[in-house]
């Protein structure tokens, strides 16, 4: 019987990623199109990037929208937040191709890389992170991982998106807070430290729906069952 060389984990990972991106956002691509409250929101996600990417900052004002109310305010505060670690990058990117003289003239493209790449990808990422320390089999994990590909979660953020970047950050914090729980090295210690500062920094109004109470509730639970197994 011939030897069948095993396919790489992260192959498949990606394989994954790649094909649940493609299958729910790929259409938004496609046709030029968004929907529900993401192609609302479309508008201050472009007018930030391309002001970083013309002018070398955020748009601190929309005179086109509510009347001239503060952006920079609604950046923040709202959904999607332009101040969160992901849609930071993106500024970062643009603000950079913007100072090499190059300038953006549609950012549809990259707003659907955002909503329907980027923040799939991490979500994946940091659910497989909380998953292996659970399981060992990797059946086990890639199979939580198509069901979590297909989620109403990752549906929910084509129409809506903003929810789901926060919960990103929450899992990465669970496997970090995981792993410190079982070897309290220093590398954990910074590790879990990362993971705080990015709850920290991504922290809006979206926050308050599901990580304001998962977050405190999974740590008093740890402490008490680790206060139940301790030596007498």
């Known amino acids: 019987m011939p030897h069948v060389k095993k396919v790489p984990e992260k192959f498949i990972f990606g394989a994954l990623v790649l094909f649940s991106s493609l299958v729910t956002a790929g259409g938004f691509l496609a046709k030029g199109s968004l929907y529900w409250d993401t192609g ?13 990417n013309r002018f070398g900052e955020i748009a601190w004002w929309f005179p086109h929208t509510l009347y001239g109310f503060p952006g920079y305010y609604h950046s923040i505060l709202g959904i999607p937040s332009s101040s969160s670690p992901m849609a930071g990058l993106l500024g970062l990117a643009v603000w950079a191709l913007g100072k090499a003289g190059v300038h953006i003239q549609s950012y549809h493209a990259i707003y659907v890389f955002y909503f329907g790449f980027l923040i799939p990808f991490f979500f994946l990422l940091a659910f497989r992170s909380v998953l292996r320390h659970f399981f060992r089999s990797v059946w086990v994990i890639y199979f939580a991982l198509v069901l ?39 590398q954990h210690f910074w590790v879990m430290g990362l993971a705080i500062s990015l ?3 991504s922290a809006n109004h979206a926050f308050l729906y599901f990580n304001i109470l998962f977050l405190p509730l999974l740590v008093l639970m740890t402490f008490k069952r680790l206060k139940t197994v301790a030596p007498q």
């Open 40 to 52: 609302k929101i479309f508008t201050q996600f472009r007018d930030n990037l391309d002001s970083l």
């Open 199 to 201: 709850l920290g920094i």
């Open 148 to 186: 979590a590909a297909f989620s109403p979660g990752i549906s929910f953020n084509l129409s809506d998106v903003g929810y789901l970047e926060p919960q990103i950050y929450c899992l990465f914090f669970v496997s970090a807070y995981l792993g410190f729980l079982r070897s309290p090295t220093r």
